[in-house]
């Protein structure tokens, strides 16, 4: 969460015989979650149309991935052992589920400090999904976190969003080709995401429909989409089939998301390659400096921000706000799911 400071599958699997990740027999095992079927979703038209998402039928899956990747592997700052833990983990669940996943593995200049930059390796972990159509949406959360707590909500929680997702949508029916992306290196600099975009073709920017930005999803008091406002129809159609639903999902039009030029999460590189993005988050911008960095009230976390910080653990979250964390994983899991199945761009 807001960072301070494909090309074709061929290839990316050329690229595995000359980048370097660290190999997986250097990766201590981690335990992924039996895949169990869920409540299924209710088969729908191509038209908004209503749900039941007032009970909690999505998120255990997620909640599953979160858990394990927070206090199995702890804090994965990028580069590290940890980080490098965290993409075979979501490797071999992609694998599980029962999709071919490939590595896009890249070295690139980030940011140690802000003041001091350095080379990192890292790797971007891809699923593809075909579709009606090879148009293109990219879903994406980053993998890795900041040192400090176990990055529950920044950013497992996208993560297992993604990762649920993807279980929830293997054998579904979608308008589009979808490719689950989990980018690494976001706390250094964004450098997966741009590592993506800077690898695709003019051709392959023109056939990506839209990129949906998962990032911080548990800890805010209230659940936001952004966008560009040029560019909106993502985020539009996610606020009607919300309000249609009733779930309390909100935006900020005309949102500042970047910082001294910086952009603030994974979206950024789409947005700058002309790519529509729906960005979503939980924060709560009535409070503090109103800038969206402070998402609870100050008596909680460190002074009302619990991303980056030792709060950022499933165990606090769930403490401090009983039932927030399915709640959210439900909400979103919901209106993702529908948008994924039902959203066409041309209508």
């Not at 659940?223 to 129809?233: F, L, M, W």
């Amino acid at each position: 969460m807001k960072s301070l400071k494909l090309s074709s599958t061929l290839l990316i699997l050329a690229s595995l015989a000359c980048g370097q990740f660290l190999p997986a027999t250097t990766i201590p095992s981690v335990a992924v979650p039996s895949i169990t079927a869920q409540s299924a979703a209710t088969e729908v038209d191509a038209t908004l149309e209503a749900a039941q998402p007032a009970e909690i039928v999505y998120g255990a899956t997620a909640r599953g991935h979160i858990a394990a990747i927070t206090e199995q592997i702890g804090a994965r700052w990028t580069g590290t052992e940890q980080e490098a833990q965290t993409a075979q983990y979501i490797q071999d669940t992609f694998a599980q589920i029962g999709y071919e996943p490939v590595i896009q593995p890249f070295s690139r200049s980030g940011w140690v400090d802000d003041e001091t930059e350095s080379i990192f390796k890292s790797a971007n972990v891809i699923a593809v999904k075909g579709g009606e159509s090879d148009q293109v949406i990219v879903i994406g959360a980053h993998y890795d976190s900041s040192d400090e707590g176990l990055g529950a909500d920044d950013n497992a929680s996208g993560v297992g969003i993604l990762l649920e997702l993807a279980e929830q949508l293997k054998d579904i029916s979608t308008p589009y080709t979808i490719h689950f992306i989990a980018f690494g290196g976001e706390e250094a600099g964004l450098l997966g995401s741009q590592e993506y975009v800077d690898t695709l073709s003019a051709d392959e920017i023109s056939n990506t429909v839209g990129m949906i930005n998962l990032d911080s999803l548990i800890a805010g008091d209230i659940t936001y989409v952004y966008c560009s406002e040029s560019k909106s129809a993502l985020r539009d159609w996610v606020l009607s089939w919300a309000k249609l639903n009733e779930i309390a999902l909100q935006t900020i039009p005309n949102v500042e998301l970047s910082e001294d030029g910086y952009g603030i999460s994974d979206y950024d590189a789409f947005d700058k390659a002309g790519i529509p993005f729906a960005y979503f988050e939980s924060t709560n911008w009535t409070l503090g400096n109103k800038d969206g960095y402070t998402q609870v009230g100050p008596q909680y976390g460190d002074g009302g921000a619990v991303f980056h910080t030792e709060y950022d653990t499933l165990a606090y979250l769930d403490e401090t706000f009983p039932n927030r964390v399915d709640e959210h994983l439900n909400d979103v899991i919901a209106i993702l799911y529908n948008l994924l199945t039902q959203y066409n761009a041309n209508n």
